[in-house]
């Protein structure tokens, strides 16, 4: 099986944009009544958005 996945992947790397996030930082949750478009920070790159916090992250 192939898979998209890594191609993607290496474009975000490229940008050094956070693959969760693309690289804005954060994350945000619609249609919660509770967190109406509030924005959290993006724990896979500590809210920072970049590629490379979040690579950091994995390991
Ligand atoms: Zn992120």
């Not at 790397?13 to 967190?35: L, Q, T």
């Amino acid at each position: 099986m192939f898979f998209n996945k890594g191609k993607r992947l290496q474009a975000m790397e490229k940008k050094n944009k956070c693959p969760d996030c693309k690289g804005r930082g954060i994350h945000y949750f619609v249609g919660s009544d509770f967190f109406v478009a509030s924005p959290i920070n993006c724990t896979s790159c500590n809210g920072t958005g970049l590629f490379t916090e979040w690579s950091n992250s994995l390991g």
